[in-house]
């Protein structure tokens, strides 16, 4: 990436961002992987309580495993009318027996916190963000990943997260599939926006 100078090139950036849902078997570095996770603490934190949990997954037979354990509690839940579509797709493809939430991406990012804290989602959702910002930076491509979230009071999934290393009290609410795109760069054409209004006052 071209170097962040000013306002103009900072909003470019951050247009450029993409989701990636390819990616290569090639491994991270450790140090790449280090400052993403950075990025992603750095996040502010409401209160600046600072109870976000990042479980990094980069263990093969960790992730097919979570990929079955997901596909497995999809096919037993039944898809409703006025579903959150992405949720009923995962249930359709998880009955097709083909469904693999974190696309085998070499490196699945948990970002967990405590079940009790007001600001959970929201502390997370900040350091996605800046975890796929700086994936932007570094020419790797990444993904936010939600299936986790919409099963994270499944007793499988749970048990196999407390392995990982999950504490008491804490769920996951969100993660990241990170890793080299399939194609040699991520995608950094950027969508355009239709939503997301904009209302002025004064
Ligand atoms: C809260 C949230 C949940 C998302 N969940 C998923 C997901 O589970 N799987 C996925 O492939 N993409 C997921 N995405 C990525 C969006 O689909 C994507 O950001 C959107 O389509 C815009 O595309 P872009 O990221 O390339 O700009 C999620 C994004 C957000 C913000």
């Known amino acids: 990436m071209k170097e ?16 990636t849902r390819a990616f290569a078997e090639s491994p991270v570095d450790q140090d790449l992987t280090e400052m993403v996770l950075e990025a992603g603490r750095y996040a502010p934190s409401g209160g600046n309580s600072q109870t976000s ?39 359709r493809l998880s009955k097709g027996g083909k469904y693999v939430f974190h696309y085998n991406a070499p490196v699945l990012i948990l970002a967990a916190n405590r079940k009790d804290y007001v600001n959970n989602l929201a502390d997370i959702s900040c350091a996605l ?31 196999l997260e407390r392995e990982l290393g999950l504490r008491d009290g804490e769920r996951v609410y969100g993660a990241l599939a990170l890793g080299w795109p399939s194609s040699g760069a991520p995608l950094r054409e950027p969508l355009p926006r239709k939503g997301n209004e904009v209302t002025w006052i004064g």
């Open 53 to 91: 949990h990042f479980l990094v997954i980069r263990d093969r037979q960790i992730l097919d495993k979570l990929a079955l354990l997901v596909r497995e509690a999809f096919a037993d839940m039944e898809i409703t009318e006025g579903m959150y579509p992405s949720m009923a797709n995962s249930i």
């Open 4 to 19: 962040i100078k000013g306002g103009q090139d900072m909003l470019e950036f951050i247009r450029s961002r993409r989701s």
């Open 129 to 159: 963000e800046n975890m796929m910002l700086m994936a932007n930076a570094l020419d790797l491509g990444s993904c936010w990943i939600n299936q986790l979230k919409w099963l994270n009071e499944d007793q499988r999934l749970l048990c």
